[in-house]
């Protein structure tokens, strides 16, 4: 019976949603077709439509900032769409995302690493949802971790039970990266975070598929899924392996695990790193044991949860402008005097040191620009940022021959902390003196500070001009059908702040 009973939790066949639609027998496309409609969703597009605008409306208000990432279960609708649609309920609906990134643990194969789709699109009864396949073949392509493994995608649920949601609810158009993982391997979930971690920005909404536990009774279930919440709540991928190492020892009737995308949210606390900018919020928590079509005896449990980002906060005390000046200029001193690497103690750093927040560190001599290496995305704290900055700034622009040790006590270091890259659709949107701007067209980019447009006393065109022309390399008009982005910065430098430089 209980055998029984795990199968069509696992299937999602309760009873049927109608006539169900067959994975890649639709024609000859290779756009990966649906495989969970008329099992976990109703394969019709009218009575889907129908179904998502009822959950949507008995769904957990809005209560989050700025989303960095959901984590939504993906079991039937009639389990956990409601838990599911509040947790996509935290999203701007007109919001612009580049990308979204969907994380699920594979129940169907077990391999190395993870798949990603990259055959085609993906395609369920609203419509077709474009992946990104530039992104995922540079992905492919470039770490060991990721494959195309057909097996994995071609009758998995856990991740085709998240697009309806998104296509529903997000109003702007996005690319798909659609992530299967095979792995049950701690040290390989880490590998694919770390590969992941470059687009874990403002820009890309990340999705994390898991249902919580399995087959205890109604009571035995909140117990468990209230602690496995906490533990991810806590941010730290070492709290969670531990504590579900050892609840697993409390054995605890019909419990047959407490997280069954326990590898996607360990992917997830690896790409948080404790970034202190990131929280980790509950939303919603029910189990099928509230539903009308299950029973209290074995359940299975559901929580949706939400990922904030904290803007950069640019109120940096005078005592954290001057550490981080500091550190940039032992950093120079000592690489560029011995060769290596200054030492850093996290704890001499306050949190607000550690935010992940891009920077530029900008070199002077006499007033001439003697060096200028920034970033806009970054995957460490910012205080290591600045180190990595600073070097770069001394020794690696190309503009320049590197700095040498007569040269260090001359320099003045300036500091830019960016808040994150903003997509605007034109010039009048930018403000000069408060903006910096970045322009992308293909593979070419290039970058003006806010400052710049104060020294110059350029005007918006000329701004935008000389970036496409000097800097992108795209020539004086090129902006005008390049992607154009907005930035605000905190600037601070030695002289402002008469820092000492011995």
């Given at each position: 019976?209980?055998?029984?009973f795990?199968?069509?939790?696992l299937m999602?066949?309760f009873?049927?949603?109608?006539q169900?639609?067959?994975?890649q027998n639709h024609?000859?496309?290779?756009?990966?077709?649906p495989a969970a409609?008329?099992?976990?969703?109703?394969a019709?597009a009218?009575e889907?439509?129908a179904?998502?605008?009822t959950?949507?409306?008995?769904?957990?208000?809005?209560?989050?900032?700025?989303?960095?990432?959901?984590?939504?279960?993906?079991a039937?609708?009639?389990?956990?769409?409601?838990?599911a649609?509040?947790?996509?309920?935290?999203l701007?609906?007109?919001k612009?995302y580049?990308?979204?990134?969907i994380?699920a643990?594979?129940?169907?194969?077990?391999?190395?690493?993870?798949s990603?789709?990259?055959?085609?699109?993906?395609?369920?009864?609203?419509?077709?949802?474009k992946?990104?396949?530039?992104?995922?073949?540079?992905?492919?392509?470039?770490?060991p971790?990721?494959?195309?493994?057909?097996e994995?995608?071609?009758t998995?649920?856990?991740l085709?039970v998240?697009?309806?949601?998104?296509?529903?609810h997000?109003?702007?158009?996005?690319?798909?990266v659609?992530?299967?993982?095979g792995?049950q391997?701690?040290e390989t979930?880490?590998?694919?975070?770390?590969?992941?971690?470059?687009?874990?920005?403002?820009r890309n909404?990340f999705?994390?598929?898991t249902d919580?536990?399995h087959?205890?009774?109604?009571?035995h279930?909140?117990?468990?899924d209230?602690?496995t919440?906490?533990a991810i709540?806590?941010?730290?991928?070492?709290?969670?392996m531990k504590?579900?190492?050892s609840?697993?020892r409390k054995?605890?009737?019909?419990?047959?695990t407490?997280?069954?995308g326990w590898t996607?949210i360990l992917?997830?606390?690896?790409l948080?790193?404790?970034?202190?900018?990131?929280?980790?919020?509950?939303?919603?928590?029910?189990?099928s044991?509230?539903?009308?079509?299950g029973?209290k005896k074995?359940?299975?449990?559901?929580w949706s949860?939400?990922?904030?980002?904290?803007a950069?906060?640019?109120?940096?005390?005078?005592?954290e402008?001057?550490?981080?000046l500091?550190?940039a200029r032992n950093t120079i001193r000592?690489?560029i005097?011995?060769?290596r690497?200054p030492?850093s103690n996290p704890?001499?750093?306050s949190?607000?040191?550690?935010i992940?927040a891009g920077?530029?560190?900008?070199?002077?001599?006499a007033?001439a620009?003697?060096g200028?290496i920034?970033?806009f995305?970054t995957?460490?704290p910012?205080?290591k940022?600045?180190m990595?900055?600073?070097l770069?700034?001394?020794t690696e622009?190309s503009?320049f021959?590197p700095v040498t040790?007569?040269?260090?006590?001359q320099?003045?270091?300036?500091i830019s902390?960016?808040?994150?890259?903003k997509k605007?659709?034109?010039?009048?949107?930018?403000?000069?003196g408060?903006?910096?701007?970045?322009?992308k067209?293909?593979?070419?980019s290039?970058?003006?500070?806010?400052q710049?447009?104060?020294?110059?006393?350029w005007?918006?065109?000329?701004?935008l001009?000389?970036?496409a022309r000097?800097?992108a390399?795209?020539g004086?008009?090129?902006w005008?059908d390049?992607e154009?982005f907005?930035y605000?910065?905190?600037v601070f430098?030695?002289?402002e702040?008469?820092v000492h430089?011995?």
């Open positions: 019976m209980l055998q029984h795990r199968s069509l939790f999602g066949l009873f049927n949603f109608g169900g639609v067959s994975s024609s000859d496309s290779t756009d990966r077709q409609a008329g099992r976990f969703y109703p019709g009218v889907l439509t179904t998502l605008k959950l949507f409306s008995e769904a957990k208000p809005r209560n989050s900032g700025n989303i960095a990432g959901i984590v939504c279960p993906h039937g609708y009639v389990f956990s769409g409601l838990v649609a509040s947790g996509y309920n935290q701007d609906p007109e612009q580049d990308n979204v990134f994380i643990s594979s129940h169907q194969v077990s391999f190395q690493g993870a990603i789709y990259n055959q085609g699109d993906y395609v369920t009864p609203l419509g077709k949802v992946v990104n396949l530039e992104l995922v073949n540079k992905l492919i392509n470039e770490n971790v990721f494959v195309f493994n057909p994995a995608d071609r998995e649920h856990s085709e998240q697009i309806p949601f998104i296509q529903y997000l109003k702007k158009k996005f690319k798909l659609p992530i299967v993982l792995t391997s701690a979930c880490m590998k694919i975070a770390m590969a992941l971690k470059p687009w874990f920005n403002d909404l999705i994390f598929s919580f536990s087959y205890p009774s109604y009571a279930a909140q117990e468990a209230k602690a919440c906490d709540v806590s941010g730290s991928s070492d709290n969670l504590f579900l190492s609840y697993q054995n605890i009737p019909d419990l047959a407490n997280l069954c996607s992917v997830m606390l690896n948080i790193d404790h970034d202190p900018a990131i929280k980790i919020s509950p939303v919603q928590y029910l189990n044991g509230d539903s009308k079509y029973d074995q359940v299975v449990g559901y949860m939400a990922l904030t980002r904290k950069a906060n640019f109120d940096f005390t005078l005592e402008k001057f550490l981080l500091k550190t000592k690489f005097r011995e060769r690497m030492g704890a001499d750093y949190d607000k040191l550690k992940h920077a530029f560190v900008t070199l002077k001599e007033g620009l003697r200028c920034g970033r995305s995957d460490i910012l205080y940022l600045i990595e900055l600073a770069a700034s001394s622009d503009r021959e040790t007569g040269e260090i006590d320099l003045e270091i300036e902390v960016l808040s994150p890259l605007i659709t034109t010039p009048e949107d930018i403000i000069l408060k903006h910096g701007i970045y322009i067209k293909g593979y070419a290039g970058t003006f500070l806010p710049v447009a104060n020294e110059t006393g005007t918006i065109d000329e701004f001009g000389h970036c000097d800097k390399g795209i004086w008009n090129g005008k390049a154009l907005i605000e910065a905190c430098s030695e002289n702040l008469n430089k011995d």
